[in-house]
């Protein structure tokens, strides 16, 4: 059974950081690509990033997250994460990692950004 398991959220005041893990299992990791998505309440669940698989060489990001967030993926650790810089009140929302593959997710962490 595939299982996602986010961690790493939070309160941080604006323009600080936060590193999201998303740790995974019962599945092959390094063959998987993962992402990210976020949802604030009311708003339609969005794509934040993606990793492609094996060293994950590829990534794309939302373009309201370019330039601040890096997905990154450990493999040996079966872990994708998601660091967070110069973190927005915009960015407030609970993030959840999800394997495509599966269409598996986590459960979701909420990030809380104060002004």
């Known amino acids: 059974q595939v299982q996602l398991v986010e961690s790493g959220g939070g309160l941080v005041q604006a323009g600080g950081s936060l590193r999201l893990s998303c740790a995974a299992s019962g599945l092959i990791f390094p063959i998987n690509p993962m992402e990210w998505y976020r949802q604030a309440p009311g708003i339609q669940r969005e794509l934040v990033a993606k990793i492609s698989s094996g060293s994950g060489s590829v990534t794309n990001y939302a373009d309201s997250v370019k330039g601040r967030f890096t997905i990154s993926r450990d493999n040996a650790k079966n872990t994708v994460y998601l660091q967070m810089n110069k973190l927005k009140p915009d960015d407030t929302a609970v993030y959840y990692c999800?394997?495509?593959?599966?269409?598996?997710w986590g459960q979701g962490t909420q990030v809380t950004v104060s002004s």
């Open positions: 999800r394997c495509p593959l599966y269409g598996v």
